[in-house]
């Protein structure tokens, strides 16, 4: 039986969206691509740069995020205007295609394939045969086929195609299990197109015997065993020889069952292995010609794990001879070649007696051996020796497992990296069940905890531990096992001491990782001086960091390139050197271990130089914000956010003022994207320097006060003039005019959103005289900004105008693009004002782009709904809700209460324009609700865009339906606000809803 509903998203074959009437192609191919993105990654959140390297790659466009915003728009539109079953959100992380799986086609085969796996295994064959049919008539050509040669094709396509092949492969199985006559046709094409794949001519050779063609079937495996022998070298794997054998004896067929798909990672204590299907295929493939593979990786990774695998599996197959040596408790080179040799098993006596070396040429050297030299890095010269010496001959094959290279001749590294973690976002059991991390968690607890299942009421605490300990193998099996004594949440709230926790119980002698300290030990242990000072000081960062924060926290005179240059080799440090400055971290047991190694004068000057370093970031960037660098800067604070809350927090409870208000006051221009988490540490520095013993310093504190006025600007606007009056006087004590200046500024664009028209010119007066004697352009045009919108505020548009344009010189002198955007902001409202929506609508979608460009969340958010503003005026309804769906996304992430209001406000306007007008009268109300919950009152601007809408209501409504209407809208919270706002922008017009 099916799945129900039809396909909605076509991926394989040409990108489209499909109706049960019609099918729908987006026009353009970077457009489809974004939508292809979107359903492969359905119900997860997809961030917009991942959007970008999907379309574009590494070399991307400084358009492109704007350019990605339209096609998500376009894509949103599509959705809607052709009915189908996906919605697209805007969330915090980036945007999200909610639907059901089964409705995009690709997701629909994994599920039918699936299902199909799990029936062949129970020998329903029949069941199994009908799933596999409905998927493989899923596949209407190549998947992504009109989207080939871009990033997202080369991420994507060869998994599926290799997906395609596996589904075909176990519908042959079935077949073959049911005795469906007539295959023999099909299998010797698939034959003819893929030589040597063993799958499809161990299924023909069963086909022929079946319909008994038995010499044909020997003459296949007689032509693919030469043709193997003379392309790759080697005899065809056990399982072919097995058929071949069974079909001479005419015997017994090979077993039925659909095929599981392939493992990967460590094997659980079930003896299940999980993932690692990529890497195991590419060790695989290394090592179909003689000579040397490592496997490298931080501890934990699992390597040894994958090594035994792998050597299992070349084992089973015949090919192969493996050859385990563990070297853990070896500690030179006699002691290495003694572990080999004895590795070697019982010899003749006359070799008995020769050395080691000789001993082991005679056993190896010729033949089919696999040898695993487990476990290498503290003897990698004695390993490389060995290599050297015998095993490079042309005829052996090594595959060798160690936390860094060996750097031997013509050895290849394949490094593994931890498994896959769920996202923050996954909090079903059905969305989590397949990734790898989780997967092997929940083997392990099984094996310990029969009982134990994973549910929806699981499935955030195993993600999140999933999380904690960073996928990494080792630690999610001990971690499985603990659960035999605490709760998944218990476990969860324990991590925070991951070398504790993670140990075995009992302790397993013949395992030397044990636990997570012994294996993190282990690859620490080889170490010089310099590399172990180094590592244990960079534990101080609870992140990534960059070469410059390495260097503040390295003694003096060390070569920091070059140390942590062996650290990364030693697969203790992960770097990450694609982006445009290359960045180091640790993993989380890693770095605990490192800052336990440390002694605590050590600690005590690690933290301060790391304090130290992330102080002057902090005031740098601050420096750098209205340049040209501002993202970059951004960037970079946004990377050490962990750092900075932990700086902030120590400095906070022990009274450092000296850090604590510089800190806080540096980091203003990038709270203003968070300002709620902001303004709560400026509450919590502002209190201490308050209560302190003795009195803060008044520049540092003036700082804070000035910084703090801004951010709570967007929150709470009482509190905020509070915190600008304060400033004042403190520059006042501090005699200080650009103090005092920049305190007047703050006041006049508080004031002004309170309502007191009156103060808010006075201060921006003032402040625009200080500014100017101070030969400041940039607080010039910053403070005849603030003059700007008290004349908007007033309905002098002239004068806004001219004050406006001004500003934009003044910003232009100081080489601030962002402020001449804030300037051409208010040019677009004052157009749109008087009347000149095309006009105004130039302007706004020139300064959308920049504000998208520079990353600023709030300007985005009012740009957003000025342009909304503008489109709605020549009826681009959807274009005017989609620039309102990025106005409320901001506004409601930023925590802006007012800023809402306006929004409200705007959306009120656009209903009305659209005849929609209880809606609009219900917006209204909304708007009045939320504007007074944040300490805000309307201006005489703002009342005569309100009224206008007003009487339209009443018009239509009369007076008492609008007013009822606004007393619904005030009953609103903002979020329910929001929503329906949302919703009534996306009906047709002329439409209202209750």
Request: hydrophobic share 45%; with cysteine.
């Given at each position: 039986?099916?799945?129900?509903?039809?396909?909605?998203?076509?991926?394989?074959?040409?990108?489209?969206?499909?109706?049960?009437?019609?099918?729908?192609?987006?026009?353009?191919?970077?457009?489809?691509?974004?939508?292809?993105?979107?359903?492969?990654?359905?119900?997860?959140?997809?961030?917009?740069?991942?959007?970008?390297?999907?379309?574009?790659?590494?070399?991307?466009?400084?358009?492109?995020?704007?350019?990605?915003?339209?096609?998500?728009?376009?894509?949103?539109?599509?959705?809607?205007?052709?009915?189908?079953?996906?919605?697209?959100?805007?969330?915090?992380?980036?945007?999200?295609?909610?639907?059901?799986?089964?409705?995009?086609?690709?997701?629909?085969?994994?599920?039918?394939?699936?299902?199909?796996?799990?029936?062949?295994?129970?020998?329903?064959?029949?069941?199994?045969?009908?799933?596999?049919?409905?998927?493989?008539?899923?596949?209407?050509?190549?998947?992504?086929?009109?989207?080939?040669?871009?990033?997202?094709?080369?991420?994507?396509?060869?998994?599926?195609?290799?997906?395609?092949?596996?589904?075909?492969?176990?519908?042959?199985?079935?077949?073959?299990?049911?005795?469906?006559?007539?295959?023999?046709?099909?299998?010797?094409?698939?034959?003819?197109?893929?030589?040597?794949?063993?799958?499809?001519?161990?299924?023909?050779?069963?086909?022929?015997?079946?319909?008994?063609?038995?010499?044909?079937?020997?003459?296949?495996?007689?032509?693919?065993?030469?043709?193997?022998?003379?392309?790759?070298?080697?005899?065809?794997?056990?399982?072919?020889?097995?058929?071949?054998?069974?079909?001479?004896?005419?015997?017994?067929?090979?077993?039925?069952?659909?095929?599981?798909?392939?493992?990967?990672?460590?094997?659980?204590?079930?003896?299940?292995?999980?993932?690692?299907?990529?890497?195991?295929?590419?060790?695989?493939?290394?090592?179909?010609?003689?000579?040397?593979?490592?496997?490298?990786?931080?501890?934990?990774?699992?390597?040894?794990?994958?090594?035994?695998?792998?050597?299992?599996?070349?084992?089973?197959?015949?090919?192969?001879?493996?050859?385990?040596?563990?070297?853990?408790?070896?500690?030179?080179?006699?002691?290495?070649?003694?572990?080999?040799?004895?590795?070697?098993?019982?010899?003749?006596?006359?070799?008995?007696?020769?050395?080691?070396?000789?001993?082991?040429?005679?056993?190896?050297?010729?033949?089919?051996?696999?040898?695993?030299?487990?476990?290498?890095?503290?003897?990698?010269?004695?390993?490389?020796?060995?290599?050297?010496?015998?095993?490079?001959?042309?005829?052996?094959?090594?595959?060798?497992?160690?936390?860094?290279?060996?750097?031997?001749?013509?050895?290849?590294?394949?490094?593994?990296?931890?498994?896959?973690?769920?996202?923050?976002?996954?909090?079903?059991?059905?969305?989590?069940?397949?990734?790898?991390?989780?997967?092997?968690?929940?083997?392990?607890?099984?094996?310990?905890?029969?009982?134990?299942?994973?549910?929806?009421?699981?499935?955030?605490?195993?993600?999140?531990?999933?999380?904690?300990?960073?996928?990494?193998?080792?630690?999610?099996?001990?971690?499985?096992?603990?659960?035999?004594?605490?709760?998944?949440?218990?476990?969860?709230?324990?991590?925070?001491?991951?070398?504790?926790?993670?140990?075995?119980?009992?302790?397993?002698?013949?395992?030397?990782?044990?636990?997570?300290?012994?294996?993190?030990?282990?690859?620490?242990?080889?170490?010089?001086?310099?590399?172990?000072?180094?590592?244990?000081?960079?534990?101080?960062?609870?992140?990534?960091?960059?070469?410059?924060?390495?260097?503040?926290?390295?003694?003096?005179?060390?070569?920091?390139?070059?140390?942590?240059?062996?650290?990364?080799?030693?697969?203790?440090?992960?770097?990450?050197?694609?982006?445009?400055?290359?960045?180091?971290?640790?993993?989380?047991?890693?770095?605990?271990?490192?800052?336990?190694?440390?002694?605590?004068?050590e600690v005590a000057d690690a933290d301060e130089r790391r304090t130290a370093y992330l102080l002057d970031l902090a005031m740098r960037a601050a420096e750098a914000h209205s340049g040209p660098d501002r993202v970059v800067w951004r960037r970079r604070l946004d990377d050490m956010r962990q750092d900075f809350r932990r700086t902030l927090d120590d400095a906070v409870r022990t009274g450092r003022l000296d850090v604590a208000l510089p800190l806080s006051a540096a980091l203003w221009w990038w709270w203003s994207n968070d300002p709620q988490v902001g303004l709560e540490w400026y509450r919590r520095v502002l209190t201490v320097a308050g209560s302190a013993a003795e009195p803060a310093p008044s520049d540092l504190l003036l700082a804070a006060q000035l910084s703090a006025a801004v951010i709570a600007s967007y929150v709470v606007l009482p509190e905020a003039l509070n915190y600008a009056r304060e400033a004042e006087a403190t520059a006042d004590r501090l005699a200080d005019d650009g103090g005092r200046m920049r305190a007047l500024q703050h006041q006049a664009d508080i004031a002004l959103e309170l309502g007191d028209l009156d103060t808010a010119r006075d201060a921006a007066d003032e402040a625009w005289r200080l500014a100017t004697d101070l030969g400041d352009p940039w607080a010039t045009g910053r403070c005849g900004l603030s003059v700007a919108y008290n004349h908007l505020a007033a309905g002098a548009t002239e004068a806004a105008a001219r004050w406006a344009t001004e500003a934009e010189q003044c910003f232009a002198r100081a080489g601030d693009d962002g402020g001449r955007a804030d300037a051409r902001l208010l040019l677009g409202e004052v157009l749109l004002v008087g009347g000149s929506a095309i006009e105004a609508e130039a302007?706004?979608?020139?300064?959308?782009?920049?504000?998208?460009?520079?990353?600023?969340?709030?300007?985005?958010?009012?740009?957003?709904?000025?342009?909304?503003?503008?489109?709605?005026?020549?009826?681009?309804?959807?274009?005017?809700?989609?620039?309102?769906?990025?106005?409320?996304?901001?506004?409601?992430?930023?925590?802006?209460?007012?800023?809402?209001?306006?929004?409200?406000?705007?959306?009120?306007?656009?209903?009305?324009?659209?005849?929609?007008?209880?809606?609009?009268?219900?917006?209204?109300?909304?708007?009045?609700?939320?504007?007074?919950?944040?300490?805000?009152?309307?201006?005489?601007?703002?009342?005569?865009?309100?009224?206008?809408?007003?009487?339209?209501?009443?018009?239509?409504?009369?007076?008492?339906?609008?007013?009822?209407?606004?007393?619904?809208?005030?009953?609103?919270?903002?979020?329910?606000?929001?929503?329906?706002?949302?919703?009534?922008?996306?009906?047709?017009?002329?439409?209202?809803?209750?």
């Amino acid at each position: 039986m099916g799945l129900p509903n039809s396909v909605a998203l076509r991926l394989l074959g040409a990108v489209s969206l499909r109706t049960p009437e019609s099918e729908h192609r987006l026009g353009g191919r970077k457009i489809r691509i974004v939508l292809a993105a979107l359903g492969l990654r359905l119900n997860q959140t997809v961030p917009v740069s991942q959007l970008i390297a999907d379309v574009w790659g590494e070399e991307h466009p400084a358009t492109a995020r704007n350019t990605a915003q339209v096609y998500l728009s376009g894509i949103r539109r599509a959705l809607e205007t052709t009915g189908h079953p996906f919605r697209l959100d805007r969330l915090p992380g980036g945007y999200r295609l909610s639907g059901r799986p089964e409705q995009v086609d690709w997701l629909r085969f994994e599920l039918l394939v699936g299902r199909a796996r799990a029936t062949g295994r129970n020998g329903d064959h029949e069941a199994a045969l009908s799933a596999l049919t409905e998927a493989l008539a899923l596949w209407e050509g190549a998947p992504l086929a009109d989207i080939s040669e871009t990033p997202l094709h080369a991420a994507f396509a060869a998994g599926m195609d290799g997906a395609h092949v596996g589904a075909l492969s176990d519908r042959f199985v079935a077949d073959l299990a049911l005795g469906t006559p007539g295959l023999v046709a099909e299998l010797t094409e698939l034959v003819r197109a893929r030589p040597l794949d063993e799958q499809f001519t161990r299924h023909l050779m069963h086909a022929l015997q079946n319909d008994g063609r038995r010499a044909e079937a020997l003459t296949v495996y007689a032509d693919f065993r030469e043709r193997l022998l003379r392309e790759q070298g080697v005899e065809p794997s056990v399982r072919l020889t097995r058929r071949y054998q069974a079909i001479i004896a005419d015997g017994a067929p090979e077993p039925t069952a659909v095929r599981s798909p392939g493992p990967a990672v460590g094997r659980s204590a079930g003896g299940d292995f999980v993932g690692r299907d990529a890497e195991l295929a590419r060790v695989l493939e290394l090592l179909a010609e003689p000579g040397l593979v490592t496997l490298t990786g931080p501890p934990g990774v699992g390597k040894s794990r994958l090594a035994a695998e792998i050597a299992a599996r070349a084992g089973e197959m015949g090919r192969l001879q493996p050859l385990m040596v563990r070297l853990d408790a070896v500690s030179d080179a006699a002691d290495v070649l003694a572990a080999v040799a004895d590795a070697c098993g019982p010899q003749p006596t006359a070799v008995g007696r020769r050395s080691a070396l000789e001993r082991i040429r005679y056993s190896l050297v010729g033949t089919t051996a696999l040898v695993v030299l487990d476990n290498c890095e503290h003897v990698a010269a004695a390993c490389v020796e060995l290599w050297d010496e015998i095993l490079s001959d042309g005829t052996v094959r090594v595959l060798a497992t160690s936390t860094r290279p060996l750097h031997a001749h013509g050895e290849a590294t394949v490094r593994l990296a931890p498994l896959a973690v769920p996202p923050p976002e996954a909090v079903k059991a059905a969305q989590i069940a397949g990734i790898e991390s989780v997967e092997l968690f929940c083997a392990r607890a099984r094996a310990l905890r029969p009982a134990f299942v994973l549910t929806d009421d699981l499935a955030p605490v195993v993600s999140e531990i999933c999380r904690l300990v960073e996928g990494i193998p080792l630690s999610l099996e001990l971690a499985g096992s603990r659960t035999q004594v605490l709760s998944p949440a218990e476990l969860a709230e324990r991590l925070g001491d991951q070398l504790q926790l993670l140990r075995a119980v009992p302790r397993r002698p013949d395992d030397r990782h044990d636990s997570l300290v012994s294996a993190v030990a282990a690859a620490v242990s080889p170490l010089d001086v310099a590399e172990r000072t180094l590592f244990a000081r960079l534990a101080v960062f609870c992140d990534s960091f960059t070469l410059r924060a390495a260097e503040a926290v390295a003694p003096p005179g060390t070569p920091v390139i070059d140390v942590l240059h062996s650290l990364v080799d030693a697969s203790l440090i992960v770097a990450d050197v694609s982006g445009r400055e290359s960045r180091y971290r640790m993993l989380e047991p890693v770095r605990q271990f490192g800052r336990s190694i440390l002694g605590p004068a050590e600690v005590a000057d690690a933290d301060e130089r790391r304090t130290a370093y992330l102080l002057d970031l902090a005031m740098r960037a601050a420096e750098a914000h209205s340049g040209p660098d501002r993202v970059v800067w951004r960037r970079r604070l946004d990377d050490m956010r962990q750092d900075f809350r932990r700086t902030l927090d120590d400095a906070v409870r022990t009274g450092r003022l000296d850090v604590a208000l510089p800190l806080s006051a540096a980091l203003w221009w990038w709270w203003s994207n968070d300002p709620q988490v902001g303004l709560e540490w400026y509450r919590r520095v502002l209190t201490v320097a308050g209560s302190a013993a003795e009195p803060a310093p008044s520049d540092l504190l003036l700082a804070a006060q000035l910084s703090a006025a801004v951010i709570a600007s967007y929150v709470v606007l009482p509190e905020a003039l509070n915190y600008a009056r304060e400033a004042e006087a403190t520059a006042d004590r501090l005699a200080d005019d650009g103090g005092r200046m920049r305190a007047l500024q703050h006041q006049a664009d508080i004031a002004l959103e309170l309502g007191d028209l009156d103060t808010a010119r006075d201060a921006a007066d003032e402040a625009w005289r200080l500014a100017t004697d101070l030969g400041d352009p940039w607080a010039t045009g910053r403070c005849g900004l603030s003059v700007a919108y008290n004349h908007l505020a007033a309905g002098a548009t002239e004068a806004a105008a001219r004050w406006a344009t001004e500003a934009e010189q003044c910003f232009a002198r100081a080489g601030d693009d962002g402020g001449r955007a804030d300037a051409r902001l208010l040019l677009g409202e004052v157009l749109l004002v008087g009347g000149s929506a095309i006009e105004a609508e130039a302007v706004l979608d020139d300064v959308l782009g920049v504000f998208r460009g520079h990353e600023n969340e709030e300007q985005v958010a009012r740009a957003a709904a000025l342009l909304a503003d503008a489109v709605s005026r020549r009826s681009a309804r959807s274009d005017a809700a989609d620039l309102m769906e990025d106005a409320f996304d901001h506004h409601a992430e930023i925590g802006h209460p007012w800023a809402i209001a306006h929004d409200l406000d705007v959306a009120a306007a656009i209903c009305a324009g659209q005849n929609a007008m209880r809606n609009a009268a219900v917006l209204l109300g909304a708007a009045d609700a939320v504007r007074s919950s944040a300490g805000a009152v309307t201006t005489p601007h703002d009342d005569a865009r309100r009224s206008g809408v007003l009487a339209a209501c009443e018009r239509v409504l009369g007076h008492r339906g609008a007013r009822e209407a606004m007393r619904t809208g005030a009953g609103k919270d903002v979020s329910s606000a929001i929503g329906y706002a949302r919703s009534v922008l996306r009906r047709p017009a002329e439409t209202s809803v209750a």
